[in-house]
């Protein structure tokens, strides 16, 4: 049951990441913005935590990441922006509503 309540929290986080890019100008923000919205929604996350998140949703073509040492530039792309708004689905990310 632990395994499947992580699972769930991971998936949850990463749409929250996704909808936190989606609300940023220009759709683009660093992790440590993202870390406190994502703290704010619930999820006591490390920044390590979301770095590794952040890492995923770029190898899943969600996101675009830019290491500046101390901190990432992330950048939403036009397929996280639809599976953030659930027009598109990506295993791993939970669905908007669902």
Known sequence: ???????????????????????????????????????????DASRDQVKTELHWLAEQGLSTVEDMEDVLLVSLTERG???AAGRATVPGVRRPGA
């Open 1 to 43: 049951m632990k395994n499947k309540y992580g699972q769930f929290l991971r998936e949850d986080q990463r749409l929250v990441i996704l909808r936190v890019l989606v609300d940023m100008p220009g759709y683009r923000t660093n992790s440590s913005v993202v870390t406190a919205l994502v703290r704010q929604f619930g999820h």
């Open 81 to 83: 922006a639809d599976v």
